[in-house]
């Protein structure tokens, strides 16, 4: 958990945060771009030392602008490009003392659950460097996972921190929609992308989420909602909250190790006077998430990255006319699994196919995120196992993509991004030496109760700020 520093400590702190991350880097490749720290430091004269991260190192996934640092999105096509902007987060965290060390790598433009698909290469888990490090935003997470810095920032559109998270140990959490600005980060999918982020710990989560939150007029997806002291409010205490077990995902889960974990989660919580019982979501939506998922992301997707065309942003390849320098830069510029993934989308926007493919994928995700809170009404959270498996060795988990581990277990998670409702992961314990965790999910604004659930979570597993040990 984040002590807090002394302005003598600082500089002791954040070198060797940055010392850490170098050393790991040719072991879990997690970094893009290290920081020159100096003109930080510098600017902590300026900060009060009991500013809520004064003196705290912190990691930013590559796809958030920062003012004069290379930020590339680990795609071929940004590989130049240095923002003239800080994105909105990068003020909150500096306001709030926090030292950026390092811009870490992604899965190209936030595309993939494993980060192999980042122009930097894979990045590899800190528990078994032979293993996925989970994506999108995977080089956040193994940073926090093998204690380089508590606290790192990540985006989530479609899973890409929970599952990291519990891929790697680590606490992940995606807030509400509109709950942390987005001005100033490269956008996936607009109404799916959220900004959120690594902790090792309950409580440091929280705090992050306090600096981060809260209006913001340049985004105008942000909400007015009052931010609360997520931290100071923490109750772990949970006699009488109502827990609403997923059994869809339960049923889509082969490992019986991965479910006794997770019934023991179930009695332990129990025993602290939660209710828990058992709820299930519709079968045809369930099996719906992976396609409305795919038609909505790949044409929002293809949309916000038309302006990615070697004229304004970026490399540029040769052309006798603007079109071919499109043509070429684009084609360069990206892999072909995010070209594959343009395709996908441009077809679903042909004008001929607007209606039935796009328009009626957001009509699903409308009778989706209705049958959730048909589900979720009641009860205070939605609880359910992370994955169907620890992190594989490479690719996804199910090669399966018809199945029901596949369409379910494996990809639930996207409820919190079609419903924009607050999901946060949690570590519960060890298989075959690497971790595996639960996911929660709770009602708007409700991130109170993730945290107060997962300190609860937290006492119980003893693995609060557990970490990888890396052999550099
Ligand atoms: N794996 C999903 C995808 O490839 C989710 C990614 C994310 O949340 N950014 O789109």
């Known amino acids: 958990m984040i002590e807090s520093l002394k302005k003598q400590d600082v500089r002791k702190r954040c070198e060797e945060a940055l010392q850490k991350a170098k050393e790991y880097q040719h072991v ?7 920081y020159d720290i100096e003109e930080q430091l510098e600017g902590l004269n300026a900060i009060r030392e009991d ?53 870490s790598s992604m899965d190209e433009l936030g595309m993939g659950g494993t980060n192999r698909n980042a122009y930097t290469g894979k990045v590899n888990n800190p528990w078994d460097v032979t293993r996925i490090s989970g994506g999108s935003s995977g080089g956040s997470a193994v940073l926090v996972a093998s204690g380089a810095v508590p606290i790192a920032i990540g985006t989530d559109t479609g899973d890409s921190i929970r599952k990291p998270a519990a891929y790697n140990g ?30 090792a710990a309950v409580h440091d989560a929280a705090k992050a989420l306090t600096v981060l939150a809260g209006r913001d007029d340049r985004d105008m997806t942000s909400s007015y909602e009052a931010v609360a002291d997520y931290e100071k409010a923490i109750n772990s205490d ?29 009695e332990t919580l129990k025993k602290r006077g939660a209710i828990v019982e058992h709820v299930r979501l519709d079968d045809s939506l369930m099996n719906a998430l992976v396609p409305v998922y795919f038609i ?7 949309a916000n990255h038309s302006n990615l065309d070697g004229i304004r942003f970026g490399m540029r390849e040769d052309g006798d006319t603007m079109e071919e320098i499109m043509i070429h830069t684009r084609t360069k510029g990206f892999s072909s699994y995010v070209r594959k993934r343009f395709v996908i989308g441009s077809y679903s926007l042909f004008e001929e196919n607007q209606e039935k493919i796009f328009r009626k994928a957001q009509k699903v995700r409308r009778k989706i995120v209705e049958e959730l809170a048909r589900v979720m009404n009641g009860y205070d959270v939605l609880l359910a196992p992370a994955a169907s498996t620890v992190a594989p060795h490479d690719e996804d988990a199910c090669e399966e993509k018809l199945s029901k581990t596949y369409l379910v277990a494996e990809n639930h998670m996207v409820l919190g991004n079609f419903s924009g409702y607050p999901s946060m992961s949690v570590p519960t314990g060890f298989l075959e030496h690497m971790p595996i965790g639960i996911n929660m999910t709770a009602h708007p604004f409700d991130e109170q109760s993730l945290f107060d659930i997962g300190a609860a979570i937290e006492e119980e597993t003893g693995l609060k700020d557990k970490i990888a040990e890396v052999k550099a």
């Open 51 to 103: 500013a809520p991260l004064y003196g705290i190192p912190v990691v930013l996934k590559d796809n958030i602008n920062t003012k004069g640092v290379r930020t590339t999105a680990s795609s071929r096509i940004l590989d130049n490009y240095i923002p003239v902007y800080d994105a909105h987060i990068v003020e909150k965290l500096k306001a709030a003392g926090a030292v950026i060390i390092a811009k």
């Open 28 to 34: 879990l490749n997690a970094v893009v771009t290290f």
């Open 170 to 199: 680590i606490i992940g959490l995606k807030p509400t929609y509109g709950r942390i600005s987005r001005y100033g980060v490269i956008p996936y999918a607009s109404s799916l992308d959220h900004v959120g982020l690594f902790a």
């Open 238 to 266: 949970i006699g009488g909250k109502r827990i609403a077990v997923f059994d869809n995902v339960l049923e889509a889960i082969e490992d019986s190790r991965i479910l006794d974990n997770f019934k023991q989660l179930c």
């Open 296 to 302: 909505i992301s790949n044409a929002e997707a293809t």
